[in-house]
């Protein structure tokens, strides 16, 4: 991976491929990998720049999250690094949430936006309450309990045996991050604004993907805030939950090759 040296922490990121900037977020707590199975198809068309987060995954952090905000400027931190002016977003579930941010406080750097298994409104009172016992164990217990927990809810069930191997590298991508950045990430997410107000309002071209089995964002959520964008298209995919671009890549590349094209 490549490193970058910047006011927030040391961050490890992927940067292949030839064309318009393409922007890949992970989802919550994971890491780059997450998108392996987009990196070797997607950068014959694209420039892929693929970050690990401050704090996830092998970048370091240094300065404290105060919101989603937090990630939308130090991922523009980066793009400045890089001296990339304009991208196509495209971030998974957390990931959305910070497209929902580089959106309203960055537009001149958004080109499209691309939103999976992600969602526009906020926590409700006992998500918000799980997430602050969440990070408390998370602060004194470490990170294991947590991705056990979650394991199991981000493929579809059909997929967990299917691609163990898949399962098991998201399992260690969980165990590498910070868990003091994991804890704050959940205070970040129990805080989010409702950004549903905005999707009418939303003037980029957007795409937003989902998959059929997602019980962590559910398609008929996706459907709901699909609809509210001007323009928006929807992509369903099948035999795919939480992580649809690791559970059906090849209909999930060709969703995105399709929108950019
Ligand atoms: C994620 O995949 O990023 C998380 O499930 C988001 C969340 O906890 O709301």
Known sequence: MLEAKLS???????????????????GFPLDHSMWHNQLEPLSKSF?????????????TRTQP???????????????????????????????GYIGWQFWKYYPERLNRLIA????????????????RISAEGVRSDGISKLAEGMLGRLFAAGNLERLNSEVQGIRESMLRANPETVAQSLEAMAIREDATKWLSQIDKPTLFVAGADDVITPLTELRENAALVPGAVLVELSQAGHLSPLENPLAFNRAIETFLA
Do not use: W
């Not at 420039?47 to 970048?59: E, H, K, M, N, T």
């Not at 999976?116 to 997430?131: G, L």
């Open 116 to 131: 999976c298994n992600t969602r526009a409104a906020p926590d409700d009172e006992t998500v918000v309450r799980t997430r």
């Open 8 to 26: 927030y922490g040391i961050i490890r990121y992927l940067d292949s491929g030839r064309g318009q900037p393409l922007l890949l977020v992970h």
């Open 47 to 59: 420039r892929l720049i693929v970050p690990d987060l401050a704090g996830f995954g092998q970048s």
């Open 65 to 95: 999250i105060v919101s989603l905000k937090t990630f939308a400027d130090e991922l523009i931190e980066l793009l400045d690094y890089l001296q990339v002016k304009q991208v196509n977003f495209c971030g998974l579930s957390m990931g």
